[in-house]
């Protein structure tokens, strides 16, 4: 599976921002799709998931209610809505791809990274 994420950028606190991660490669039906963060000087860390074939979602308690994840089966192509961003959601943003059958939120599992995008919030 290849992933190529896009959409990171510089908004103010409140803003919002869209990532994208297209997928090719394989057929997505039995993966999870997912996002995780890295903040300098910190490890990568989890944010969100979506089983592709159902659609379940999973997020880290420091997002929900702020961050949405989807996916767009025809377009092979999942998607993190970022709202009410805050300085501290300042990180390069990573989309996976997994086959594992529970969520998994340690990055070292995870079987397919994409580039990461930087997404950085000013005050």
């Known amino acids: 599976v290849q992933l190529q994420a896009s959409g990171g950028g510089s908004v103010r606190t409140g803003g919002s921002l869209r990532l994208s991660c297209a997928a090719s490669g394989r057929a997505l039906g039995p993966y999870k799709m997912g996002w995780f963060r890295q903040a300098p000087g910190k490890e990568r860390e989890f944010v969100a998931a979506?089983?592709?074939?159902?659609?379940?979602?999973r997020y880290a308690d420091s997002v929900k209610g702020q961050f949405t994840i989807s996916r767009d089966s025809a377009k092979n192509t999942g998607y993190l809505q970022m709202n009410n961003l805050k300085p501290e959601d300042t990180a390069v943003y990573y989309c996976?791809?997994?086959?594992?059958?529970?969520?998994?939120?340690?990055?070292?599992?995870?079987?397919?990274w994409g580039q990461g995008t930087l997404v950085t919030v000013s005050s």
């Open positions: 979506i089983t592709w074939g159902g659609g379940s979602t």
């Open positions: 996976s791809a997994d086959r594992h059958r529970v969520f998994i939120t340690a990055a070292r599992h995870i079987d397919y």
